[in-house]
């Protein structure tokens, strides 16, 4: 008696499926499993956790630019007024070491205020030239009572000796709404800033 019409008995033989050897129970339970349809959940969360990863380290590198950016945005006529202070500092330098190498004086020539050269040139050895910051002397004195020396051009000098005094005095520059003293000491011939917090002291 054949109970299932579309399964083959016979004696001592196996049984045949039609449907080409699989149990029709078996065929439909993994159907599913077989079907493209539908793509892979999983497969598709780790595109989108992926995506967002992304998203943060780029915000975080934007965020680590931007601070790096605004301080120096602020303090950036700072940083032009101690370029200039540092150039003259290299200036007075310059003068007094070729006094003492040379044996002869030497003069530290600084421009300043509307006399300044604004052109790119680049100023000879011994000669400062501001780019927009004013010059003018401070209230130290030199050995002679003078505060330095200033001609009616508005250059302003200092002399170094060899035996490594100077006229000395003090420097004072403005840009903007900001201020830097470069004192020169007449007997020591120390150099310093006080811009630089003690930084640049010679």
Known sequence: MKIFPHIKYGAGSNTIFSNGGI?????EMS???FSNENPS????HFQSGFTL???I???????????????HIGSGEVTILKVQVREAMATLRYARRSAIVEGKQKVAIFKGG???DKSTTKAMPGQWVSRGATLQWGNEVSDD?????????????????????????ELILTYLD???????????????????NDEEKD
């Open 23 to 27: 149990p029709p129970y078996l065929s």
């Open 31 to 33: 159907a599913p499993a």
């Open 41 to 44: 959940p999983k497969r598709g």
């Open 53 to 55: 990863l992304e998203l």
């Open 57 to 71: 380290v780029v915000m975080a590198i934007v965020a680590m630019v931007v601070a790096m950016v605004i301080p």
């Open 114 to 116: 509307k006399t300044a």
């Open 145 to 169: 009572g003078k505060t330095g020396d200033k001609d009616e051009t508005g250059i302003y000098k200092i002399t170094f000796y060899p035996e490594g005094g100077n006229s000395g005095g």
């Open 178 to 196: 900001h201020k830097a003293t470069i004192s020169v000491n007449p007997i020591t011939g120390k150099i310093e800033s006080d811009i630089f």
